[in-house]
C-alpha cells in the first residue's frame, strides 16, 4: 500500500518528510471532512435552537464519543477537547494545581519532559511554594524507576512524565510509574503527544489520572487537543477559562457553572477541529499500530545501518530500549541547524535544536542535536535521500576541516 498517495501533501510538493514528531501530515480523508463541515454544517455548537447550532452540537459530541473509545475512558464527560498538549497541562496546572498544591508539597516530573509538561510545573511550584523533583534516566536512557521510588513519599501531589520521550522515541515505563505513584496517593499526568501515534491506551487499565495530547500528531487539524480526565477528579477541580458556554447561571457579581465537559471548554469549541480528530483516528485505527510500527520500526532499521556506515554521525539512540521511529542524531563537529539547513536543499525536512527539552538536553550535556522521525508514509527513497543529504554535510564541513588541520 502506498501511504504517500493518501495524503495531498506529497503530491503537491517535493518533501522528504521526516519531522512527523513534530507535526503529521494529513491525509485527504481529514482534509475533505474539515471542509465539508464547514461547508454543510458549521453551526456554534450548543448556542442556538436552529439546525445548523445543533447539528455542530451532535457532531462535537460524536467526535468525543470517538476518543472516548480510542483511549478507553469510562465516561465521555471524561473527555475535555482544548487546543493542543500544551493548553491540557496548563488546564491541569491551573486548575488542580492552584486549588490543591500547597506549600511543602512535591511535584515530580521526568527529566525528558517536553517544556509543555515542565513550564507549567514550575509557575505552580512558585506559586504555592512547592518544590520540583527531577526523576533522572537509567543507563538505557529511560525514566529510571529505582530514582522515582526513592524520591516519591507522602509530599508528592503530582507525577507528570511523558509516555514517549520526544527527543529520542523512547518508551517510558508509564504503568508502573502510575502504579507506584498510586501507592502514595500522588495523581499522574502522561503526556501522550508522542505516544498516540504508536501505541494504544487505555486510561482505564492504566489508571491514568489525567491523559493528554494534540491531534495533529496524530493526521489531525492543528487546535485540536484532548485532555482526559478521571470524573471524581474533574467534579472537584476549579474551571481553566471562564466565558461561554461553561456556565450554569450568571448574575452581575457571580456564576455557576456547567457540568462536564462544558465546564473545562470556555468559549467556542473548535468543532471543524473536533470533527478532522475523529477522522484522524479512524484513520489511525484503519491503519492499526501495527502497520505503523512496522513501516518505522523497517526505515529506522535502514537509516540507522546507513547512518552508521557514514562513520561522522553520532547518534542517541539506545538499542537496548523500547523506541518508536525516532533518531536522535549529531554530525560530529557540526551544529544540528546547519545540517538541517544542508538537508533542507535535498528537500529533507527534519527538526535541529534543543527540541523544547532543555533541561533532558543539558542533562546529557548534548547542547542540540538533529531528530528524523518516520511515519506510515515514509519510503525507502526518504532514507536514501536523507543519507544522501548527510554525505553533502559531510563534504562540506568535515573535508573543510581536514584541509585546514
Ligand atoms: N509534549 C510532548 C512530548 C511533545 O512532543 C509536544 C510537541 N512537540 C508537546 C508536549 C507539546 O505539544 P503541542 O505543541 O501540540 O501543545
Not at 507506584?180 to 504508536?198: F, G, P, T, Y
Not at 473545562?264 to 470533527?275: D, P, R, S
Request: aromatic share 10%; glycine share 6%; hydrophobic share 40%.
Amino acid at each position: 500500500m502506498d501511504y504517500k498517495k493518501k495524503f495531498p501533501i506529497f503530491s503537491n510538493i517535493e518533501s522528504h518528510y521526516l519531522d512527523t514528531a513534530a507535526t503529521a501530515q494529513k491525509p485527504k480523508v481529514v482534509l475533505d471532512k474539515v471542509v465539508e463541515y464547514y461547508e454543510n454544517d458549521n453551526g456554534n455548537p450548543g448556542r442556538g435552537s436552529h439546525a445548523l447550532s445543533i447539528k455542530a452540537e451532535e457532531l462535537l459530541t460524536d467526535a468525543r464519543k470517538t476518543v472516548q473509545k480510542f483511549i478507553n475512558a469510562k465516561k465521555t464527560e471524561e473527555i475535555i477537547f482544548t487546543k493542543s498538549t500544551t493548553e491540557s497541562i496548563n488546564l491541569i496546572a491551573y486548575s488542580y494545581g492552584l486549588d490543591y498544591i500547597n506549600e511543602g508539597d512535591e511535584i515530580i516530573l521526568g527529566i525528558s519532559n517536553h517544556h509543555a509538561n515542565i513550564v507549567p510545573w514550575q509557575f505552580i511550584a512558585k506559586k504555592k511554594k512547592a518544590k520540583l523533583k527531577y526523576v533522572y534516566l537509567d543507563d538505557n536512557d529511560q525514566f529510571d524507576l529505582n530514582d522515582f521510588k526513592y524520591k516519591m513519599s507522602d509530599k508528592t501531589k503530582i507525577v507528570a512524565v511523558s509516555a514517549v520521550v520526544n527527543v529520542t522515541g523512547v518508551i517510558q515505563p508509564i504503568k508502573e510509574i502510575i502504579e507506584i505513584a498510586h501507592k502514595w496517593n500522588a495523581l499522574v499526568v502522561v503526556d501522550a503527544a508522542q505516544s498516540v501515534l504508536h501505541f494504544k491506551h487505555d486510561v482505564q487499565e492504566l489508571d491514568a489520572d489525567f491523559l493528554v495530547f494534540s491531534g495533529h500528531k496524530i493526521f489531525a487539524p492543528m487546535g485540536i487537543g484532548v485532555m482526559y480526565g478521571k470524573e471524581e477528579i474533574l467534579n472537584k477541580m476549579s474551571p481553566f477559562l471562564y466565558g461561554g458556554d461553561m456556565i450554569e447561571f450568571v448574575t452581575e457579581q457571580d456564576s455557576t457553572f456547567a457540568q462536564l465537559p462544558n465546564k473545562f471548554e470556555g468559549g467556542t469549541q473548535n468543532v471543524g477541529g473536533a470533527v478532522g480528530l475523529q477522522e484522524a483516528i479512524n484513520f489511525l485505527e484503519e491503519i492499526g499500530y501495527e502497520k505503523i510500527n512496522e513501516v518505522e520500526a523497517r526505515l529506522y532499521e535502514k537509516a540507522m545501518k546507513e547512518m552508521n556506515k557514514l562513520g561522522f554521525i553520532e547518534t542517541y539512540s539506545d538499542e537496548n530500549v523500547e523506541k518508536t521511529g525516532v533518531i536522535a542524531f549529531n554530525v560530529k563537529g557540526v551544529h544540528s541547524h546547519d545540517v538541517s539547513f544542508i538537508l533542507d536543499s535535498y528537500d529533507v525536512a527534519i527538526r535541529s535544536g534543543h527540541h523544547c527539552a532543555q533541561p533532558l538536553m543539558s542533562y546529557l550535556d548534548v547542547p542540540s542535536c538533529c531528530r528524523v522521525s518516520f511515519s506510515i508514509y515514509n519510503d525507502e527513497k526518504d532514507v536514501d535521500k536523507l543519507i544522501e543529504g548527510l554525505k553533502k554535510v559531510g563534504e562540506i564541513f568535515l573535508s573543510k576541516d581536514k584541509s585546514e588541520n
